[in-house]
């Protein structure tokens, strides 16, 4: 050994630590990755309604709202902020029921959603809203009531509450 030697770069090895590190990081991030795997859940619900299966669909949508429950939970969503990202699946799902010609049923998926996303309202709510009530062709009840009663609500906009005001509405005629 030379006296200099000490004074000559070596690259160092990487540390094992550091690579079970890395990996463990990596393996964390793929098995809590859930806004990805909500992702890829609602790519094949997407799917699976193009090709006419819809119970397939509907079990997909099922699968994404429920991951997108455990990223809410794992990065500590308010409650608003956690019922405004599982309404909107709510949306979908009320097109594979509007498809299947259950239209009460759809509405009630689209109000929810409205209720869900009143503190932040998108053009297409009230296009959508419309749409759906109009087809289930209530007499007793008009689309600008029914408007009315939704921006009204000051409760936590849960898929209960929505089934209630449209079971109300069916109750009217």
Not at 4 to 11: D, E, L, N, Q
Not at 14 to 36: H, Y
């Amino acid at each position: 050994m030379e006296f200099f030697s000490v004074f000559k770069y070596r690259k160092p090895k990487p540390s094992q630590d550091l690579k079970d590190c890395a990996d463990n990081a990596v393996a964390d991030f793929q098995e809590n990755d859930f806004l990805g795997k909500a992702a890829e859940a609602g790519h094949k619900a997407k799917a699976a309604v193009e090709a006419k299966q819809y119970d397939d669909a509907w079990r997909f949508y099922h699968e994404q709202k429920s991951f997108y429950m455990r990223h809410a939970n794992r990065s500590g969503f308010t409650a608003r902020q956690t019922l405004a990202l599982d309404s909107s699946v709510h949306e979908e799902m009320a097109n594979i029921l509007r498809i299947e010609g259950k239209h009460p049923d759809a509405l009630v998926h689209i109000v929810y959603w409205v209720l869900a996303g009143a503190d932040r309202p998108i053009k297409r709510h009230h296009k959508k809203f419309q749409s759906y009530f109009n087809r289930c062709r209530f007499e007793k009840t008009t689309a600008s009531d029914a408007i009315d009663v939704v921006q009204a609500q000051t409760k936590m906009p849960e898929f209960h509450l929505a089934r209630k005001l449209v079971s109300e509405w069916i109750s009217r005629g």
